[in-house]
């Protein structure tokens, strides 16, 4: 039997290996959040309400945009996962400089079009005339940075794929930690006020790229991607692209189902529309958790269907699903016994907070109704099992809009109420496929 480090054929999954390549990436993606509180309070300090407006507005928009290309790391970690399984070297190499090429002409044909996507964005949002102001200026220069975004999810999947998750969370710390210093010093301490705030983005997003290329390409045999056997072969490249336009379709309908809950709060009220945006903060939180364990499962989950060695994609499923629940109960006890702190700290006014605590008890537990959705997202990507993922996705968004159809009467407690049914739907969903894909994939593999 190989160890963890091998590459090709089989090897073991243990405790260790399952919370080394989860908890790196944990602690990653929880300096998003605090770049965001960063930026807040940097455009908070401008004395200008428009800035701060316009900052958010903005960030809304470029995540909006930016979230449909996601698929790009997880295809890179998925591909790379499996190569790494079968101990194709090269062919880890062809992933990643197929993947890379794809992000940067993505990200300058974003760029290009750059000034329609903010004409199309602010005509959705319809701020006011100062905060269009301040969204224009963020935005034209924050959209400059899409190559290197763009790249950075390539080259997180592909250090992902390879197991290399503190590799990963050292550059995710980079970016955030460039990006929060500079913004500081850019948007308060130079007086470069909202463009300051854009640019720091703009150059945490490049350094990290530019770091990233070099961790990446110092362990690559061929550096020059036209030495690489197949590397536009026409078969690999039609599955790369099958494979995002699945992971792209499953991730605009997750977006679309909260945009839905979003838009049924409002009408409830300005008050009820307040409370669910500080609620959501705690399902945020849970997700930054689970994760972190979707994470190891694409990597475990690859490797294993890579190698053709099914014990390890038995044990890596067992040990993800029981790290993912005991981190979920666990979550959920927390935010259960301190939300009403928490809520009080997001929130000032008294009306929001009554709804707020009213409604909490929902919000903490989608960390348990939601943790075999995340655990099996990852599952599914890691194992390219992208086409099933998809389905059983628009199924669950079926019974999303079933549920309020149904709950409707219940007002914003059937919302909270039928968004833990989304949840719970789409583990569930995705789980009782799991076995017939499993043998499928397999016997293929044979």
Request: a positive charge; proline letters at 3%; hydrophobic letters at 55%.
């Amino acid at each position: 039997m190989r160890t963890e480090a091998s590459q090709g054929g089989g090897f073991e999954v243990t405790h260790r290996m399952v919370l080394g390549l989860a908890l790196p990436m944990t602690l990653g993606f929880l300096t998003t959040p605090l770049l965001g509180i960063t930026d807040t309070a940097v455009a908070g300090r401008l004395g200008d309400a428009d800035a701060l407006a316009g900052l958010a507005i903005g960030a809304v928009l470029f995540d909006l945009i930016f979230a449909s290309f996601n698929f790009l790391r997880a295809s890179t970690t998925a591909l790379t996962a499996q190569a790494w399984g079968r101990g194709e070297t090269a062919e880890q190499e062809a992933v990643f400089w197929r993947a890379l090429i794809s992000a940067l002409a993505i990200g300058a044909a974003i760029v290009l079009v750059g000034p329609l996507l903010l004409k199309l964005g602010l005509a959705l949002m319809s701020p006011t005339e100062g905060a269009a102001r301040a969204t224009s200026e963020w935005f034209s220069l924050r959209i400059l940075s899409g190559p290197a975004t763009l790249a950075n999810y390539a080259i997180l999947g592909f250090l992902l794929g390879q197991g290399r998750s503190k590799t990963g969370l050292l550059l995710q710390a980079l970016i955030n930690g460039v990006n929060i210093a500079l913004s500081v010093l850019f948007g308060l301490v130079l007086k470069g006020g909202i463009a300051g705030i854009a640019l720091a983005t703009v150059t945490g997003e490049v350094v990290g790229m530019i770091a990233g290329l070099i961790i990446v390409l110092r362990g690559f045999a061929a550096r020059d991607p036209r030495r690489i056997a197949g590397l536009l072969e026409r078969g690999k490249l039609a599955r790369l692209f099958s494979l995002n336009a699945d992971i792209m379709i499953r991730s605009f309908v997750l977006l679309g189902a909260f945009f839905l809950m979003t838009r049924i709060g409002a009408q409830f009220g300005a008050e009820t529309l307040a409370a669910n945006a500080v609620l959501m903060n705690f399902f945020m939180v849970a997700g930054f958790w689970l994760d972190g364990l979707a994470n190891a499962a694409e990597t475990i989950i690859g490797r294993s269907l890579g190698a053709g060695y099914r014990p390890a994609f038995d044990r890596g499923l067992r040990l993800t699903g029981y790290w993912s629940l005991t981190l979920a109960i666990l979550t959920s006890l927390i935010l259960a016994v301190a939300g009403r702190p928490i809520i009080d700290f997001l929130t000032t006014s008294e009306p929001v907070r009554t709804i707020a605590y009213q409604h909490l008890p929902w919000a903490a537990i989608t960390a348990i109704s939601g943790c075999l959705a995340f655990l099996m997202d990852g599952v599914f990507i890691g194992a390219a099992w992208s086409k099933a993922m998809r389905n059983r996705m628009l199924l669950s968004f079926a019974g999303f809009g079933l549920c309020l159809w149904a709950l409707a009467p219940l007002g914003n407690t059937g919302l909270w109420l039928s968004l833990n049914l989304f949840l719970f739907l789409r583990g569930v969903f995705l789980a009782i496929a799991v076995p017939k894909l499993r043998a499928q994939s397999f016997r293929a593999s044979q």
